[in-house]
Structure formats: structure tokens, C-alpha cells
């Protein structure tokens, strides 16, 4: 007797990934044992229901889209989103989606992707922040940068950056070594950060050179800002010997007065905080 094969059901729930069977108006028709391991919805409960109805809010429009263009015979079989579990958190999945024309049925394949994500931020963030202060790295600063002074030269507004290197660091890491160095820097950054907007960006780009980026701000109020922040940083910073007098040279640049190109505005800024260590 040739062996009969399990019913497909059966085979489904087998599977890691959950599979999920809709009609053309969303109407959830199957969903094996994997739907309720990731979202925590029993099969009984959820068939007849919409699935959008378990996607997260902010998610349903651009993945209602998704399955109108599939349906049509286009858009993306690949495609992420995110769901809420029944317990309330979010679950992220990776779906692949297919169209059955004939039986107007839509068929989805769904991964959850929740340690890939958080890997991929990880990533993101190491590639845009320094590690030692956290602050944003050069190639952020670049990013933002180009985004602030697209939007000022749509609008007419303007842009501004401080451009500050401490003074006198190299004795700190002569007097305290590299641990008082990094202690200093990070001193540093979190009082900068302090000083600022919450709109404006502070970023190191290197050794004890800082750069923020102050979005919407003209040339008094860029200068107006390094007075603040300089006279922030003058407040001692403690350390294991002793209390550290610290202080900074700061340059400002203005768009689009000083430059209408990010390496225009960094070069003016550089060379304006050079010109206020001369003595006057």
C-alpha cells in the first residue's frame, strides 16, 4: 500500500514561520500553529477576522497598499511590518506574499525579524555615533548637515555651526593619562549636549574636536551660542588629582553667508575658530 500523505494542515503547523490564507477583502480563511507562537492568537479566534486588524497602526496603510498593489499584479512579494502580539508588544515579521488570481486568495509566509532588527540598529548606530561620548560621528554630522542646508535653501532659512577644540587638552593626557582624557571628552560632550536645543545636533569628529549643527539659527545666534557653551565648559571638571580648569576655542559659520556647501561651512568654521585663539 502506497503511504498516504498528512493532510496539509498538519504540515503547515510543522513550520517555524507563520502562514497565513486571506480572501481579497482580508478575511483571515487559515493560519497554522506558528501564527499564535509569534503573535499569541489562536487559530479559532482570529479566523473571519481582518488581518490588518493585528497589524500595528502605524504600519496598516503602507502594508493595505502593499497587498492592493500585489493583487494587481504588482508590489513587493518581500516586505516587512510590524504586528501587535496579544499580550501588547510589537512583533516585527518579514513576509513573502503571493496572489492566487484563480482563487483570489493571497498567501503570506511571515519571519520574525525581531534580533535581526535590533542587529541592524546596532550596526546603524556604531556607524553614526562616536563609541566613546555617543555623540554623532562625522558621518552623521555630514548627513544631517546636507539635509539642514537643503531645507534652508528651499525655505530661505538659515543654518549655523560651532566648530570648538579644547584648550590645553594635551596636558590632561599628560597629567591623568588616556582614562582622564576620555573622561574629559565625555564631560565635554554631555555638557555641550546640555547646552544646546533639543533640535540641534552636537557631533566629535575627532581627537577633542567637537561640531554643532544649529539648524534655523543666524550668526548672532550662533555666537550668542558659543559664548554659552564656552562659558559652560569653564566650569571645573573634577578629577582623581584634582579639579581641571577647562575651556575652548569655538568658530562659527553661517549659511549661506560663509559657505552654501557643507565642506564650505566646515572649512569657514575651522578657520574662525583658529582666528579666535590669536590674540587680539
Excluded at 499564535?36 to 502605524?58: N, Q, S, T
Excluded at 545666534?221 to 581641571?244: E, F, K, S, Y
Aim: hydrophobic letters at 40%; a neutral charge; aromatic letters at 4%.
Amino acid at each position: 500500500m502506497a503511504p498516504r500523505l498528512p493532510p496539509l494542515p498538519q504540515v503547515l503547523d510543522l513550520l517555524p514561520d507563520a502562514v497565513c490564507i486571506v480572501d481579497e477583502g482580508g478575511h483571515l480563511l487559515f493560519v497554522n500553529a506558528a501564527f499564535e507562537r509569534l503573535l499569541g492568537h489562536a487559530a479559532d479566534a482570529v479566523r473571519g477576522r481582518i488581518l490588518f486588524d493585528f497589524i500595528h497602526p502605524d504600519d496598516r496603510a503602507t502594508s493595505q497598499r502593499q497587498a492592493e498593489a500585489l493583487m494587481q499584479g504588482g508590489g513587493e512579494r518581500h516586505f516587512r511590518n510590524r504586528y501587535l502580539h496579544r499580550q501588547g508588544h510589537v512583533v516585527e515579521l518579514l513576509w513573502s506574499a503571493h496572489w492566487l488570481p484563480e482563487q483570489r486568495l493571497r498567501i503570506g509566509v511571515a519571519r520574525e525579524i525581531g534580533e535581526l532588527r535590533r542587529a541592524e540598529r546596532e550596526l546603524e548606530h556604531h556607524a553614526n555615533h562616536d563609541p566613546l561620548t555617543g555623540l554623532a560621528n562625522r558621518r552623521r554630522l555630514q548627513h544631517a548637515l546636507r539635509n539642514a542646508l537643503a531645507e534652508a535653501a528651499e525655505s530661505g532659512g538659515q543654518v549655523s555651526l560651532l566648530y570648538l577644540d579644547l584648550t590645553g587638552f594635551k596636558q590632561v593626557n599628560d597629567r591623568g593619562g588616556h582614562e582622564a582624557g576620555d573622561r574629559v571628552l565625555c564631560e565635554v560632550a554631555k555638557r555641550l549636549q546640555q547646552g544646546v536645543r533639543q533640535i540641534d545636533l552636537v557631533a566629535r569628529i575627532g581627537g577633542d574636536e567637537f561640531v554643532v549643527l544649529l539648524a534655523g539659527c543666524d550668526a548672532g545666534h550662533a555666537r550668542g551660542m558659543a559664548q554659552q557653551l564656552r562659558q559652560q565648559l569653564r566650569v571645573p571638571c573634577t578629577l582623581r588629582d584634582g579639579p581641571l580648569q577647562m575651556d575652548a576655542s569655538i568658530g562659527t559659520a553661517t549659511f549661506p553667508a560663509d559657505g552654501r556647501t557643507p565642506e564650505a561651512l566646515l572649512a569657514h568654521a575651522d578657520q574662525a575658530m583658529y582666528a579666535s585663539r590669536r590674540p587680539r
